[in-house]
Nanobody, 124 residues
């Protein structure tokens, strides 16, 4: 399984950005997928996840601003981010959980596969 994250870049505060995670070797529709982020000097934190049935779970800090979507035909998971602020600046990672049981996990250890990360910079 390989995950390829893309779409990061520099955006002004208040702006929008869409990240994409392309999976190979496993169908995203059969997996639990998530986005995590890690800012310099901070631990990796859960941002949002999508389950096999399409259920979602968002971190409180991004609710109402971020939207996760899954494109089964393209085998990708996208993260639409809006109203970005400097606190959102981080390296964003997509992750895949192959377990068939349980709901969306909000801790990194639950995910077996990770993308390489894409950097999001927000200027104030």
């Amino acid at each position: 399984v390989q995950l390829q994250a893309s779409g990061g870049g520099l955006v002004q505060a208040g702006g929008s950005l869409t990240l994409s995670c392309a999976a190979s070797g496993r169908r995203v529709s059969l997996s639990k997928m998530a986005w995590f982020r890690q800012a310099p000097g901070k631990e990796r934190e859960f941002v949002v996840g999508v389950g096999r049935s399409g259920d979602t779970d968002y971190a409180d800090s991004v609710k109402g601003r971020f939207t996760i979507s899954r494109n089964n035909a393209k085998n990708t998971v996208d993260l639409q981010m809006s109203s970005l602020n400097p606190d959102d600046a981080a390296v964003y990672y997509c992750a895949l959980d192959i377990t068939a049981y349980g709901g969306i996990k909000d801790y990194a250890g639950a995910y077996e596969y990770w993308g390489q990360g894409t950097l999001v910079t927000v200027s104030s």
